[in-house]
């Protein structure tokens, strides 16, 4: 008995150092609000994948390697001028294919014949002949301001199939709204959580289901030290935030609400749990939350 469970211990501290992408967002909690991800989204295979670039982590991704599909990508906003990178090479994430891969993202080979990369992880190959698709980045780089924080947003764990329609004339216009008042009414950092519902559609390759195709995008952000002089038409969506929209040709204009009916209406979705939260301690103040527990233990 002495042993079993010494064999166990060990066995649960060798999880613990394995890359981060088998156990959790811990090497990257920074990057949710009160370092708490959400809750009530559930995937066939999910991986928590810290994305790291340069041997730095930028941002966490939610990927479900057996749809191929990042259901969310969380980041912090930082203050841009909404300038992208045009000369960025894509990348994959080797964290997927093998623990002893290494944890930085890396370029993708042009013709790619690795079946355990493929196995893992969506590849350009799977958008090549994907007419009325684009490669639509959950982190964009527009929400970054650091060089290698933008290059590190071109990697396929972190883009979804989005219609070119519904790409071109809604959601990226709509990103650069919320890209516009973060950086005026923002005081503090901002905490982005942008996510995908699943359709049931998928991209074809070689006769085979490769990636799922989205069905909504939905952006949630919670920035907890605002403008409280802000214009009355923007004061209101502060300190949190969202929006969702359908990755369709026609009818995707994009719906801003409050986060509970963004949460309520995400609770409808196949791929949701009822106990969804986006942002599961609310969106105040870290100091604030602390001194509320003192005086309500």
Known sequence: MIFLF??????????LTAASVFVSFRDCSHFFHMRTPPVGIRG??????????????????????????????????KKSDGQG????????????????????MRELPLNDD?????????VLDDYTDAIGYERGPLNPDQHQAELDD???????????????????????????????????FCHGQSYVVTGTTVSGSALWREKK?????PKHLWLAYCCPWFDRNSPH??????????SYALNQPTGHDVAEVPIKDLESFLKRQTDIDHDLAVFPKGCVAENLFKRGKRQNP
């Open 44 to 77: 066939a295979s999910l991986k928590s994948i810290c994305q790291r670039f340069r041997d730095k982590a930028r941002y966490a991704t939610l990927y479900d390697s057996g749809r191929r599909l990042a259901l969310y990508s969380a980041y912090v906003f």
């Open 114 to 122: 690795t079946p355990s990369l493929e196995e893992s992880q969506a």
């Open 209 to 213: 289901e490769r990636v799922a195709i």
């Open 6 to 15: 010494t064999l166990e211990v060990i066995t649960h501290c060798m999880l």
């Open 150 to 184: 933008k290059s590190s947003t071109y990697t396929l764990t972190n883009v979804v199939p989005q219609v070119t329609d519904f790409l071109d004339t809604s959601w990226n216009p709509y990103l650069d709204a919320v890209r516009r008042r973060l950086n005026n």
């Open 233 to 242: 038409e923007v004061r209101f969506m502060f300190p949190s935030y969202g």
């Open 85 to 104: 990178r045009v000369d960025t090479p894509w990348m994959f994430e080797p964290q997927l294919v093998s623990e002893d891969s290494g944890d930085n």
